[in-house]
C-alpha cells in the first residue's frame, strides 16, 4: 500500500522565483492538505484541498496557492519567493471530511537564496 | 485560538530510563489529540491519538491520556531505547468547530544514549 509520496526531494531557488511542489497521497485517501515546517518549528497549515477545492486555508499570503487534480493528487505553488519562505514543506492525505487522522510525506526540503 | 505547548527540549535519558514530555492544550472545542514523531530526514508518523476525554492512546510502548480538566495529554513510555530518539509533536484538530487543520506543538526533542 503506497504511503503519501512528494516529489521532490530537495530544492534550491533563488529569491523571485516561482515553485511548485507535488504530492500523491495514500491510496484510497481524497483529501490533501498542506503545512510548511520551518527548521526547529511545528508545521504550520497552509491549506487544504477537498473535490478539487480549496476549503480551508491557514495564515498564509496569496503567494502561496494549490490545486488539486481529479486523481486526488495535490499541487503547491509559491510565487516570488523569499528566503523566508525556506523549509520543509509537508502533505498530509486523509480521508473525507471531517478531517481526524492525516497521514503525512516525507516532505519537499526547499531553499531559497 | 487554538494552541499547543509542549516542554522544550532536548530531553535527554539513558536507555530503559522513563519518559515524560509534557503537552497542554487551548481549543474552544472538543478537539482529538495527537502525538507525532519524526525522525531524522523524514517526515510525520502518527504515533497515537484520542479522541474524547479520558480516552487512552497507546502504540509501540507509549502512551497518552486525554485528560479535559487539566487540558493535557503527556506522552509516557515505561523504557526508552536509543531507537526512540526523534522529535515528538503533540498536535490537536477540533473538528467541532468545522476546523479542519492539525495545530502542533513546537516539537520535543529526544535524546536516547546506549
Known amino acids: 500500500d503506497a504511503g503519501v509520496t512528494q516529489s521532490p526531494t530537495h530544492l534550491i531557488k533563488t529569491r523571485g522565483q516561482q515553485v511548485t511542489l507535488r504530492c500523491s497521497p495514500k491510496?484510497?485517501?481524497?483529501?490533501v492538505s498542506w503545512y510548511q515546517q520551518a527548521l526547529g518549528q511545528g508545521p504550520q497549515f497552509i491549506f487544504q484541498?477537498?473535490?478539487?477545492?480549496?476549503?480551508q486555508r491557514g495564515n498564509f499570503p496569496d503567494r502561496f496557492s494549490g490545486h488539486q487534480f481529479p486523481n486526488y493528487s495535490s499541487e503547491l505553488n509559491v510565487n516570488a519567493l523569499l528566503l523566508g519562505d525556506s523549509a520543509l514543506y509537508l502533505c498530509a492525505s486523509s480521508l473525507g471530511l471531517p478531517v481526524n487522522e492525516q497521514y503525512f510525506g516525507p516532505g519537499t526540503r526547499l531553499t531559497v537564496t | 485560538g487554538d494552541s499547543v505547548t509542549q516542554m522544550e527540549g532536548p530531553v535527554t535519558l539513558s536507555e530503559e530510563a522513563f519518559l515524560t514530555i509534557n503537552c497542554t492544550y487551548t481549543?474552544?472545542?472538543?478537539?482529538?489529540l495527537f502525538w507525532y514523531v519524526q525522525y531524522p530526514g523524514e517526515g510525520l508518523q502518527l504515533l497515537l491519538k484520542a479522541t474524547k476525554a479520558d480516552d487512552k492512546g497507546s502504540n509501540k510502548g507509549f502512551e497518552a491520556t486525554y485528560r479535559k480538566e487539566t487540558t493535557s495529554f503527556h506522552l509516557e513510555k515505561g523504557s526508552v531505547q536509543v531507537s526512540d530518539s526523534a522529535v515528538y509533536f503533540c498536535a490537536l484538530s477540533d473538528l467541532n468547530t468545522g476546523f479542519q487543520k492539525l495545530v502542533f506543538g513546537t516539537g520535543t526533542r529526544l535524546l536516547v544514549s546506549p
Open positions: 481549543a474552544t472545542g472538543y478537539p482529538s
Open positions: 491510496s484510497g485517501h481524497d483529501t
Open positions: 484541498y477537498y473535490e478539487e477545492e480549496e476549503r
